[in-house]
């Protein structure tokens, strides 16, 4: 194996840094390592808002009983008709993200009449939540430009984690 051989290179999920780029849209089919499955009382109105304010796109269906949509490899989602819970779940669905898709995923939640909530984490992330229709808590995570001069830069680098000058990871 080669020596410079690292996780990221196994992730569909680019390495954090200043120009990581999203990867394309997956269509392939696989055997899905993990997936989630959510019930819903409307299959078209949670479609509508997976694909036009998460970024999901539909894969395929089963007309009236089941949509399976996906974002990036990996990242499956399978709404089934149903009668989903009365309140929101006790978990919670993460996402990885890139840092230059947060905005256009804040715009699109917005634009649905779901305003989302944005925070910055200690661990250098910046994280999307929103609850879904279907009273899902669903947070898309990316990772910031590393500065190590940062509360959350020393958090990182308190555990051994950390990027040189250029933001590239050391």
């Known amino acids: 194996m080669d020596s410079n051989f690292t996780a990221f ?4 999920v680019p390495p954090p840094g200043p120009d990581a780029v999203a990867p394309p849209l997956y269509r392939g089919i696989y055997g899905m390592p993990m997936f989630v499955s959510i019930l819903t009382a409307d299959l078209r109105e ?11 796109f539909e894969l395929f269906s089963i007309p009236g009983q089941m ?16 009668t989903p819970a009365a309140a929101p ?8 993200c890139v840092l230059d ?3 256009a995923l804040v715009d699109a939640l917005r634009d649905l009449g779901t305003p989302p909530r944005v925070r910055d984490t200690p661990w250098n992330t910046r994280d999307v939540e929103v609850v879904t229709p279907e009273s899902v808590r669903v947070v898309f995570t990316a990772a910031k430009v590393f500065d190590p001069s ?3 830069g020393r958090n990182l680098r308190a555990v051994g984690i950390g990027w040189d000058e250029d933001g590239l990871r050391d």
Not at 46 to 56: C, E, I, P
Not at 89 to 96: E, I, N, R
């Open 67 to 82: 949509v399976h949509l996906r974002r990036w490899a990996f990242q499956d989602v399978l709404l089934t008709a149903g």
């Open 101 to 103: 898709q947060v905005d």
């Open 9 to 12: 290179d196994l992730s569909p």
């Open 150 to 152: 940062s509360a959350e």
């Open 46 to 56: 949670s479609v509508d808002f997976w694909t036009r304010g998460l970024g999901f």
């Open 89 to 96: 779940a006790a978990a919670t669905v993460s996402f990885a």
